[in-house]
């Protein structure tokens, strides 16, 4: 059972502009949440995260925002650069040490 | 500093057989944690390592074993291999705390024909 979902498996955005990706959950016991971006063969790398406790998380050109109500949380992304395009991975966890749940990913392209 | 490292990269075995996967964290780090992602799917978590002990463990059979050896470092063991065994596996080190401190290793692509 997907307990975190990305119902977006592609996104295509024009450099500049700014890239929405979002993700939506079904476990009220989730309180952290975190983004990862993943390039081919490499593994995947910690973006951004917010604690449950929070509605945004900003740092840089990286936003995220938790809406808990919703349970639904987004990562904006401002300006979008190419060098962004890749696949990211929305990721929740009922305990900061604990095991990650992941979403299937969005593949994110920039273009020039 | 070395980040996370695993061996070997590719891996092709065929059913039945057993395999052993390889895992050294970031310096400083001492947990381990496991993941399987099967193509187009989300990393899986199989289980975790903290103190050469099994601190949690995902929906994943008896046939996935592991090891954390006093180094830290890590083995993941899986029996029996079947055609849906076939996946990108992912190493990940961390603090017992702060997921936000959890650094992937590039995985092992494991092929079972």
């Known amino acids: 059972d997907q307990q975190v979902k990305q119902n977006s498996p592609s996104l295509s955005v024009q450099e500049g502009r700014i890239s929405i990706l979002n993700c939506d959950y079904t476990?009220?016991?989730?309180?952290?949440f975190l983004w990862y971006k993943k390039y081919p063969a490499e593994g995947p790398t910690f973006l951004i995260s917010?604690?449950?406790?929070?509605d945004k998380n900003e740092d840089g050109r990286f936003t995220v925002f938790l809406n808990k109500s919703a349970k639904h949380l987004s990562l904006h992304i401002v300006p979008s650069q190419p060098g962004d395009s890749a696949v990211y991975f929305c990721a929740a966890s009922k305990d900061s040490g604990y095991a990650l749940n992941f979403g299937k990913g969005t593949s994110l392209l920039v273009t020039p | 500093d070395a980040g996370v490292t695993q061996s070997p990269t590719h891996l092709i075995k065929t059913r039945g057989q057993q395999v052993t996967l390889r895992c050294s964290p970031k310096s400083g780090h001492d947990t381990v944690s496991w993941y399987q992602q099967a193509l187009g799917q989300g990393p899986q978590f199989i289980f975790q390592?903290?103190?050469?002990?099994?601190?949690q463990r995902g929906n994943f059979p008896d046939r996935f074993s592991g090891h954390q050896f006093p180094n830290y470092s890590s083995e993941l063991n899986v029996n029996a291999l079947l055609l849906g065994d076939s996946a990108l596996y992912l190493c990940?080190?961390?603090?017992?705390?702060?997921?936000?401190?959890?650094?992937f290793g590039p995985g092992t692509r494991l092929l079972v024909l």
């Open positions: 990940a080190s961390s603090l017992p705390t702060g997921l936000e401190t959890q650094y």
């Open positions: 476990n009220s016991m989730f309180d952290y």
């Open positions: 917010i604690s449950s406790i929070k």
């Open positions: 390592y903290y103190e050469e002990e099994e601190r």
